[in-house]
C-alpha cells in the first residue's frame, strides 16, 4: 500500500511563469554605462543650457549699459556744446562785428484801444465784417482816427 | 624563495609611498579647500576683482532759463597696461609713436612709460577731449595700441566760463566745490558714490572682463537757479564798459527781483573763467570771494534812503516836513557839509533825496535818536548776513552804540552811510525791502532742486515786515519826485518812470581817516515805480575819470534798466514825463 501510494503520480502542480525582470537588468553592462553617460550628459546641458543663456544675456546687458553710457556722454557733450554755442558774448561779437547789428532804439508799444474791447468786437479776424452793426464800423473808425492823430482832432467832429 | 620576497617587499613599498603620496595630497586638498579656503578665495578674488568706487555725476547748474552753467564734461583718462604690450607683437616704442601723435606729448616720453614690462599700471594723459578719445578708440580697434585704455571720468566744465562766475563758484582740483553755489551746495551736488565689482581675465588681459554694479551711484541734484544769463550778460558788459570808461579798479552789479528777492544778476569785475580758475590772479586777499557778498563799504548817500524810512515809519518826520539846509551842520563836535558844500536853504524830505543833502540826513538822524535809528538799521538787516545761499556772506560792520568805540558823531556820520560797512547785497536787499511795501525778502539763488525723487522748489521767504506799506508806498514816491529833480535825472529813461539814489562814498584808511581822492560811486534804483520789477544795484570803486555816483553809477543803471524794460517787455509808464536834459553837477 504504502509502495501503491509511491507510485501514485503525484498532481502536477500548475507550472509557475518565471518573474520578468525591468527591461534595464537586461542591458548589458556596456550599454548601461553608456546610458548613465547619455544621462549625466542631459543633465549637464539642462544645468548648462540656462547658465549659459543667462551668462550671454548678462554680457548683453553689460555691452547695453556700456552703450546707454556712452550715448549719455555723448548727450551731455551735445548738451554743452549747445551752452557753449549760446554764450552771448560770443553771440554779440558776432552780431556786432560781423553782421553789423546795432542794439535796437526806441521801442514802440502799439496801444490796444479800450473802446474796441468794451465794445465787444470780434476778437476774430477772419469774422464777416457784414455782421457788425453800422454804429460799431464808425466806432472802430473813430478809434483808428484817435490812435493816429489824438482825440482832439475828432473833437472837431 | 628569497626572490619572491623580495619581489613582495617592493610592491609593499610602492604601495606605501603611493599611500603616503595620496596622503599628502590629500593632506594638502584638506589644507587648501577646508583651512586656508577663506584666505586663499580671499586672495584669488583680489588677484583678478577689482572693488572700485563709481564717482556719482556731479549735479548741474543751470540759470532760470536752464542754459548750463555748470555741468559734468565725461573726458578720457589715457591709461596704459605696460606689461600687455610686451605680448601683443607690437613695441613700445611703435604704441608710444601712434599715440604721441594723439596726445601731443613727445613719444620719448611716453615711450618711457610704456617700456616697462613690469608695470601694470601707467597714466598717460588725463581728461583729452572726444575727438582725441575718438582716435585711440580707433587704434585700439586696428589693434595699434595694445595695452591701452580709455577711462571716462566726469570733468567738470563751465559752458558760459566768465558768465556769473562769482555765483557760480568753482569745482576745485581737489574734488570740492568752492565758493558760490559749487560751494554752497556742494552736499547736493556731489551725490552719493556707488561700487563696481569688475572681474578680468587671468594675465591681465582686458578680454573677457566682466563688471558687477554692487551699488548704484545717486547723482548729484541738479541745481535750477534765478540768475537769468541773459540780464547777467547785460550787467557784466555795462559793468565793464564803466570801469574801462571811468578807469575804476573794480565794480559789482547786482539785479533783483524786489517782490520775491530772487536775484536775477550778479557781477563783479574783476572776475575768472571758473574752467581756469588758477590762472586768476588778484592783488586782493581773497581773489575768488564774491565781492557782492563779501566785500564790505560804506554806502554813503544811498544809505539816506534806510534812515529816511525809519524815520518816516516812526513817525518822526513827514514827506513834506522842512528843515534849512545852510550847507553845513553841527553834530557830537564835529562839522558835517554837504557833498558840493552847497546850502539849498529851506527843503522838504523829497528836496533832501533830490539834493543829496547831508545836512538834512544829520537832521533826521538826530531827531531819530541813536536807539530808533539803530534799531531801524538793524531791521533792515544791516550787521548781519541776509542769508543768500551763497558761500561765504559777511555781515557787514554796523557800529554799536553801546561800545567805546561809538561817539555822538557816529549817529551823524551813519545817517548819510559814512562810518557804517554794508555788503552790496544787504544794500539792495533793503531798498527791495521799500519797494516791496516794506516786506525784507530773503535773497535767493537756487530756484528750484532737481532730484531723483523729484523737483523741490524753493519758495521766497519774507523775513519781516520792516517799515509799514504806506511808509513805504510815500518813500517811493519821494523817491521817484526826487529822481525827476536830482543831479542825476539826465539818467531817467525816456517813456519810463523810474527812481533811485546816488551814492560817492569815501574810502576809509586802516590808519584813520578816508581817501583824499579814491571814492566809491554807486546808485540804487528799481522801475518801473508803478509796479517794480526790478531793484538794480551799481557799485563802481575808485573811478579816476570821475568821482560822482551819479555820473559813474547812474549811467550803468539806466543801461541796463533800459534793455531790462525790453527784455521783460515791460510797456512804458502811462504818467511818464520824458525828462532827458544834459546838464550836471
Given at each position: ?157 | ?130 575727438h582725441v578719445s575718438d582716435s585711440i578708440k580707433r587704434l585700439k580697434q586696428s589693434g595699434k595700441a595694445p595695452g591701452i585704455s580709455l577711462n571716462f571720468i566726469p570733468y567738470r566744465t563751465y559752458p558760459l566760463g566768465m558768465i556769473g562766475a562769482h555765483v557760480v563758484g568753482f569745482y576745485s582740483q581737489s574734488g570740492s566745490g568752492q565758493y558760490g553755489v559749487e560751494g554752497y551746495y556742494e552736499e547736493l551736488l556731489r551725490g552719493a558714490p556707488g561700487r563696481r565689482l569688475s572681474s578680468s581675465a587671468p594675465f591681465g588681459s582686458d578680454a573677457g572682463e566682466a563688471t558687477w554694479v554692487l551699488e548704484t551711484a545717486e547723482p548729484g541734484a541738479d541745481l535750477i537757479l534765478t540768475l537769468d544769463s541773459t540780464v547777467q550778460h547785460i550787467a557784466e558788459r555795462e559793468l565793464e564798459a564803466a570801469i574801462e570808461q571811468f578807469g575804476a579798479s573794480s565794480g559789482t552789479v547786482i539785479v533783483m527781483d524786489p517782490g520775491t528777492g530772487a536775484i536775477v544778476a550778479m557781477a563783479n569785475r574783476p572776475t575768472y573763467d571758473s574752467n581756469s580758475y588758477q590762472e586768476f590772479h588778484s592783488p586782493v586777499q581773497d581773489a575768488f570771494a564774491n565781492p557782492a557778498i563779501s566785500m564790505q563799504y560804506e554806502p554813503g548817500s544811498t544809505f539816506k534812503l534806510i534812515t529816511l524810512a525809519g524815520a518816516l515809519d516812526a513817525g518822526i518826520i513827514t514827506p513834506t516836513m522842512t528843515f534849512i ?261
Amino acid at each position: 500500500m504504502a509502495q501503491q501510494e509511491s507510485v501514485l503520480p503525484r498532481p502536477v502542480a500548475r507550472a509557475e511563469s518565471p518573474e520578468r525582470k525591468p527591461w534595464y537588468y537586461e542591458l548589458s553592462p556596456a550599454v548601461a554605462v553608456d546610458m548613465g553617460i547619455l544621462v549625466l550628459f542631459l543633465i549637464a546641458m539642462l544645468y548648462l543650457m540656462p547658465t549659459g543663456q543667462v551668462a550671454d544675456a548678462g554680457f548683453r546687458i553689460q555691452a547695453l549699459e556700456r552703450s546707454i553710457e556712452q550715448v549719455e556722454r555723448e548727450n551731455q557733450l551735445l548738451r554743452t556744446q549747445i551752452a557753449q554755442a549760446s554764450d552771448l558774448r560770443a553771440i554779440e561779437h558776432v552780431a556786432r562785428q560781423q553782421l553789423g547789428m546795432e542794439p535796437a532804439g526806441q521801442v514802440h508799444f502799439a496801444q490796444v484801444p479800450e473802446r474796441a474791447q468794451q465794445l465787444k468786437l470780434p476778437l476774430d479776424a477772419n469774422a464777416s465784417k457784414e455782421e457788425l452793426p453800422f454804429s460799431n464800423r464808425w466806432a472802430i473808425i473813430r478809434e483808428r482816427f484817435s490812435a493816429l492823430f489824438g482825440e482832439e482832432f475828432l473833437h472837431g467832429w | 624563495m628569497g626572490g619572491k620576497a623580495m619581489g613582495t617587499g617592493r610592491i609593499r613599498l610602492i604601495q606605501a609611498l603611493a599611500l603616503l603620496g595620496a596622503l599628502v595630497v590629500a593632506g594638502e586638498l584638506v589644507w587648501l579647500h577646508i583651512l586656508e579656503s577663506d584666505q586663499l578665495a580671499a586672495k584669488a578674488q583680489q588677484q583678478h576683482r577689482n572693488d572700485t568706487q563709481i564717482i556719482p555725476q556731479r549735479g548741474s547748474i543751470l540759470d532760470a532759463n536752464h542754459t548750463l552753467l555748470a555741468t559734468a564734461e565725461y573726458l578720457a583718462d589715457v591709461e596704459a597696461a605696460p606689461n600687455q604690450i610686451r605680448g601683443s607683437g607690437r613695441s613700445a616704442q611703435a604704441v608710444a609713436s601712434e599715440l604721441g601723435h594723439l596726445l601731443g606729448v613727445p613719444p620719448e616720453q611716453l615711450a618711457e612709460h610704456l617700456n616697462q614690462p613690469t608695470k601694470t599700471y601707467a597714466l598717460l594723459a588725463k581728461g583729452v577731449t572726444p575727438h582725441v578719445s575718438d582716435s585711440i578708440k580707433r587704434l585700439k580697434q586696428s589693434g595699434k595700441a595694445p595695452g591701452i585704455s580709455l577711462n571716462f571720468i566726469p570733468y567738470r566744465t563751465y559752458p558760459l566760463g566768465m558768465i556769473g562766475a562769482h555765483v557760480v563758484g568753482f569745482y576745485s582740483q581737489s574734488g570740492s566745490g568752492q565758493y558760490g553755489v559749487e560751494g554752497y551746495y556742494e552736499e547736493l551736488l556731489r551725490g552719493a558714490p556707488g561700487r563696481r565689482l569688475s572681474s578680468s581675465a587671468p594675465f591681465g588681459s582686458d578680454a573677457g572682463e566682466a563688471t558687477w554694479v554692487l551699488e548704484t551711484a545717486e547723482p548729484g541734484a541738479d541745481l535750477i537757479l534765478t540768475l537769468d544769463s541773459t540780464v547777467q550778460h547785460i550787467a557784466e558788459r555795462e559793468l565793464e564798459a564803466a570801469i574801462e570808461q571811468f578807469g575804476a579798479s573794480s565794480g559789482t552789479v547786482i539785479v533783483m527781483d524786489p517782490g520775491t528777492g530772487a536775484i536775477v544778476a550778479m557781477a563783479n569785475r574783476p572776475t575768472y573763467d571758473s574752467n581756469s580758475y588758477q590762472e586768476f590772479h588778484s592783488p586782493v586777499q581773497d581773489a575768488f570771494a564774491n565781492p557782492a557778498i563779501s566785500m564790505q563799504y560804506e554806502p554813503g548817500s544811498t544809505f539816506k534812503l534806510i534812515t529816511l524810512a525809519g524815520a518816516l515809519d516812526a513817525g518822526i518826520i513827514t514827506p513834506t516836513m522842512t528843515f534849512i539846509d545852510s550847507g553845513s551842520i553841527e553834530y557830537g563836535g564835529v562839522e558835517i557839509k554837504n557833498w558840493n558844500e552847497k546850502a539849498h536853504g529851506e527843503s522838504d524830505m523829497t528836496d533832501l533825496i533830490a539834493h543829496s543833502s547831508n545836512v538834512g540826513a544829520v537832521y533826521v538822524g538826530s531827531m531819530m535818536g541813536k536807539d530808533l535809528f539803530y534799531e531801524y538799521v538793524s531791521a533792515f538787516g544791516f550787521g548781519a548776513p541776509t542769508g543768500v545761499d551763497l558761500w561765504g556772506e559777511v555781515g557787514g560792520d554796523v557800529p554799536d552804540p553801546g561800545s567805546l568805540y561809538w561817539y555822538p558823531s557816529s549817529l551823524a556820520t551813519n545817517a548819510f552811510g559814512q562810518g557804517i560797512a554794508v555788503t552790496p547785497l544787504q544794500l539792495a536787499t533793503a531798498v527791495a525791502a521799500i519797494v516791496n511795501d516794506g516786506v525784507l525778502m530773503r535773497p535767493f539763488v537756487v530756484q528750484e532742486i532737481h532730484t531723483e525723487a523729484g523737483v523741490r522748489r524753493i519758495e521766497p521767504t519774507a523775513v519781516r515786515r520792516v517799515v509799514r506799506t504806506e511808509t513805504a508806498r510815500a518813500l517811493v514816491s519821494m523817491l521817484a519826485d526826487a529822481s525827476k529833480r536830482s543831479e542825476s535825472r539826465m539818467h531817467l529813461i525816456e517813456g519810463y518812470e523810474i527812481a533811485g539814489k546816488t551814492g560817492t562814498s569815501s574810502i576809509p584808511l586802516e590808519t584813520g581817516g578816508y581817501h583824499e581822492d579814491l571814492t566809491i560811486a554807486s546808485y540804487v534804483g528799481f522801475g518801473p515805480v508803478e509796479n517794480p520789477r526790478f531793484v538794480i544795484l551799481v557799485k563802481i570803486d575808485h573811478p579816476t575819470v570821475e568821482p560822482w555816483g551819479s555820473l559813474v553809477a547812474a549811467p550803468v543803471f539806466r543801461a541796463i534798466a533800459s534793455e531790462l524794460f525790453r527784455y521783460y517787455h515791460i510797456p512804458p509808464s502811462t504818467s511818464q514825463q520824458t525828462i532827458a536834459r544834459e546838464d550836471t553837477n
